[in-house]
C-alpha cells in the first residue's frame, strides 16, 4: 500500500488552522487577502508533505507585495503573515522588521550598504516589510543611493530565499509604477496581493471591535451615528480606512470623558464609563464641516 | 603550526552548519555578535581587525554566516573568529570566542630565550610566516 498522509490533521495540529481561524476573526473583511493566505497555507503544508514523503518538491518563493489604500491592514497582515509563516516552518523564527526608506538608504557614499545589510540581517529568520516601498526609487536622480540599497534586496532576496521573505507595501498606482521601472523586484514576487478598501458596513464592525477590546460599546443610536461619521468621513480629505476609524474612536472616547465630567452630578456606573452615546459621535467635527477639512486635523 | 585558542579549538575544523548552530547557541542567550580577522595569530596579539560592529539584536545565525562569508571573500588566507559578547550587568564581557575560519598554511609562531642578568631567562615569541 502506498504510504498516506492525513493532510487535514497535520493542519490542525500544526497551528497553522488556529492563526487562519483567529486572523478570520480578528481582521474584518479582506476576503480575497485571506484567500490567498489560505492558498498560500495550503501550498507550504502540500510542499512539506510532498519532502517528507519524498516526492520532488520545491520550496516556492513567498516575497510578497501588498497593496491598497492606507488603513487597508497591510502593515497588520504582514506582522500576522510572520506568524504564520513560522507556524508552517518557511521562515525560522518569525519576527517581522518593518522598515521605510529611511532606515535602509544611507546619506552619503558608503552609508547606504552597511544601514541596509544591518536590516537584512535583522530580518533574517523572519520577514523583512518594506512600507512604501516606491521611495526607494527616484527616478529623476540617477545618484540616488536608494538604488544601491534596491541592488542588496535584490541579490539577497534571490540568494538567500531560506532565510528571509520580503513584503514591499504601498498604494496600488505607485507600487505598479515602481515594478515597471525595477523588473527585478517584479520578477522575484510572485505574489501580489491587493488590499480592497473597507465598505461602510466593515468599517462600522471594525468599531464595534475596537471599541469592543477597550471595553467600550455603542449605544444604538450611537452606532447608527458612528454609520453616519463612516459614510460623512469617507467622502473628506486623508480618509485612511480602518486607521481613520482607530482615530475616530481615540477623539470620541475624549468628548464621552468630557461629558461624563461635565454633565449630570458626577455620579457614573460602569454601564456609563462604557457606553458611547450618540452626542460624543455627532459632536465630531466631521459632520459640521463638510467636505473642507483638507490640512486641519478631523475631530 | 595549528593554532589553538578559543573554544573547539583542538577538535577538527567546524563546518558552516556548525558555526552556525554555534551562533544559534549564542543568540539564544541573547550575546551580541562580533566577527574579528586577522593574519597575525599570536597569542599577545589580543587586537584582531573588526568585521563590522558587532551585531545587536539579530534573531537568526543567516545574518552573521552572511558576514562571514563576506568576510572570508575579502579576507582569504586570514583568520576569523567569532566573538560573543555578553552585555548582561556584571558580565559585561566576552562569553565564548572560537576560530571560524583559518588560512590554508598556518604561520608557526617561534620561542626564542634570552639569558639576562641573575641567569633570568626572557621568552619571545614571533609569528614566522
Ligand atoms: N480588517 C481589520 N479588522 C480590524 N482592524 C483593522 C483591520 N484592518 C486594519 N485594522 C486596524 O486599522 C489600523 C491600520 O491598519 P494598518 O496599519 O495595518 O494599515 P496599513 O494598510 O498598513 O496602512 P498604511 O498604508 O497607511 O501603512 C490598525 O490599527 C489595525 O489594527
Ligand atoms: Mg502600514
Sequence with gaps: MAATFNLREAFQTSGVAEILDTLDRE??????????????AALLMVERVRKDLGLAHETPTLHMSFTGNPGTGKTTVANRMAGLLHKLNYVRKGQLVSVT?????????????????????????????IDEAYYLYKPDNE???????????????ENQRDDLVVILAGYADR?????????????????????????????????????DQQSYRFSPKARDAMGDYIKTRRTQPHFANARSIRNALDRTRLRHANRLLETGDGIVTPEMLSTVEEPDVRNSRVFSQGGSVEKQTIA | MRITQGCFSFLPDLNDEQIAAQIEYCLGKNWAIGVEYTRDPHPRNTYWNMWGNPMFDLKD??????EIRDCRKANPENYIRIN?????????????????????????????????GGRNIQYTHVTRY
Design chain 1, 101 to 129: 526608506r529611511d532606515d535602509l538608504v544611507g546619506q552619503y557614499i558608503g552609508h547606504t550598504a552597511p544601514k541596509t545589510k544591518e536590516l537584512l540581517k535583522k530580518a533574517m529568520g523572519g520577514v523583512l516589510f
Design chain 1, 175 to 211: 507600487m505598479a509604477k515602481f515594478y515597471e521601472s525595477n523588473p527585478g523586484f517584479r520578477s522575484r514576487i510572485a505574489h501580489h496581493i491587493d488590499f480592497p478598501d473597507y465598505t461602510d458596513a466593515e468599517l462600522l464592525h471594525i468599531a464595534e471591535i475596537m471599541l
Design chain 2, 61 to 66: 545565525a543567516a545574518g552573521v554566516m552572511m
Design chain 1, 27 to 40: 481582521l474584518i473583511g479582506l476576503a480575497p487577502v485571506k484567500q490567498r493566505i489560505r492558498e498560500t
Design chain 1, 143 to 157: 545618484r540616488d543611493y536608494g538604488q544601491e540599497a534596491i541592488e542588496i534586496l535584490l541579490q539577497v532576496m
Design chain 2, 84 to 116: 560573543a559578547f555578553d552585555s548582561t550587568r556584571g558580565w559585561e564581557t566576552v562569553r565564548m570566542s572560537f576560530i571560524a575560519s583559518r588560512p590554508k598554511v598556518e604561520p608557526t609562531i617561534e620561542m626564542t630565550r634570552l639569558e639576562t
